[in-house]
C-alpha cells in the first residue's frame, strides 16, 4: 500500500525563472515547489523542512551551485537531485552526473520530461503523487503559496505547535487564519485528537456561552436534554476561538477563569467539567488596540497571546497569487467540471495589481466563479469580467500594464474593453445580462459600447456593427 503524503520540491537557483516557470506543472500534479533564491536560503530550506526531491540549477563556472549539489548529496544522500542546466552543455551535464545529480534537464523545461522524472523520482511514482493530489491540491485546508511572509508565519506555526502554549492569530478577513490553525493542530501531539472550531462573531453571547460550556436538561426554554460544549468535545484536542475580540465583557471574564483554570461548569449545572484543550484564538482586529480602547479585558489578551501569529494580506504577497490560482483550479475542477491547463498573462497581471480587500477568500470566490462562467484549457480574464469594474474603480489614476505573450502591452482600458466584449458574447448581446455579468448597471455599459463604438474599436467577429438586445 502506498503511503498517503504531500510532496515538497526545493528548487534552488540564482534569480529562479526557470524554477518559477515550472510551478504551475508542479503544483497540476499535486506537488508543491519551494524557491530558494539562493545557496544559503537553500541550506537554510533544508535544515528546517523534509523534501522529497531537489532541483538545482547549475552552469559550469557557477562554483556556489556545485557546492550546493555537494552539500545537499551529503545532506540527504537518499533525496533525489535534478540538476537545470543549459541545453547542449555536455561539459555541464557531465560535470552534474560526477557532482551527484540523479538526473540532468535542460532549460527551459518541458512538461512531459518533467513529468516523466516526477513519476520516475518520487517515492511511490505516479501513483502516490495522484494520491497526494487528492490529499493536498484538493484539501481546503492546503496552504498554498511560498512568500517570505507567509513562509515566515508557517515555520513559527509549525515550531509552537510543539509545544502546549495558547496562540493568538491575527490578520485581516479572508487571509487564511483559521488554515494556520489547522496547521498547528496538524503539526502537534494533539493531531490524533479533535478539531473544534466556533465562531465568536455569528453568535449572540447567550448562545455563545451555550454553545462552549453546554448546558444540562431543563438549565433555560427548548433545552430538552443535556448537550456538551465544544470545550468537553475539544478535549484532549485544539479548540479554535475565531473573532474572539467580537465577544461581550461577561463572557470574556468567564473564558479567562475557563483557560486559568481547565474547568468550568455546564449552564444550569453544578459539576464541575475538567478539560485538557489547547487554546486557538483568532481576530481580524488589533487586539492591542482594543485593550487600549477598553473593549478587551488585557487579562485575557496576556493569557490567549502565548504566542502571536501574523497572517499576511494578499495584497503583501502576490507573488503567490500563481500557485493560490491553481491550487483552487485543482480544488474546483471536479465541481466545475472545467480543466485548466495555463493561466492568461494579463489576468495574472491584472491580478497582481489588485488590491484584494477581500484577501485569499475573494481571490477563491473569483477563480471558482471563472470556472464556472468559462470555457476551454485557458483560464483568462474574460471569464472573470466581474472583477475589471472594481479594479477600474481602484486604479482610476493609473494604468495597468500587461505583458502577454507576445511581449504586447495592455491598458487597462483594453481590459476592460476585451470583457465588456467577452461579457456580450456570452450573453449574445442581452446589454441587462451582460452588466450584470460585469457588476455594473446597464446605463454604464450602454455609455461604455457608445464610446468603444466612437473609437472603433469594438465589434464581434463577422459583424459590421454592434446590435444589442435590452430586453429583459
Known sequence: MIETRSYDILIAGQANEIGRSILPALASRGVRGIIASDAREARQRLATQRFHMAFVQVDVADDRAWGLISHLCS??????????????????????TRAGASEYLT??????RLGELLDQLLPGGEAAIAQANED????????????????????????????SMPILISGPSGTGKELISHLVHRSSRRANGPYVSVNCAALSESLLESELFGHERGAFTGAHAQRKGRFELAHRGTLLLDEISETGPRLQAELLRVLEQQDFQRLGGSESVNVDVRI???????????????????????RIRGVQLSVPSLRDRTEDIPELIWHFVNLYAHETRRSVSRLDDAMLAMFGQYDWPGNVRQLRNIIRTALVLGSGPVLSLSDAPHLVGELREQETQGELVAETAAESVLTLQDLERQAVLQALKRTNSHQVKAAKLLGISDRTLRDKIRRYRQDGHFQLEGESTWSVSRAS
Do not use: H, W
Request: aromatic share 6%.
Open 75 to 96: 545532506e540527504r544522500p537518499d533525496m533525489p537531485l535534478v540538476a537545470l542546466g543549459p541545453a547542449g552543455d555536455v561539459p555541464c551535464a557531465v560535470a552534474s
Open 107 to 112: 532549460r527551459p523545461v518541458e512538461s512531459a
Open 136 to 163: 493536498t491540491c484538493q484539501s481546503p485546508y492546503r496552504i498554498a503559496g511560498q512568500s517570505q511572509a507567509l513562509m515566515e508565519t508557517i515555520d513559527l506555526a509549525r515550531r509552537v505547535a510543539q509545544t
Open 280 to 302: 486557538i484564538c483568532t481576530s481580524n482586529r488589533d487586539l492591542a488596540s482594543e485593550v487600549s480602547k477598553g473593549n478587551f479585558r488585557q487579562d485575557l489578551y496576556y
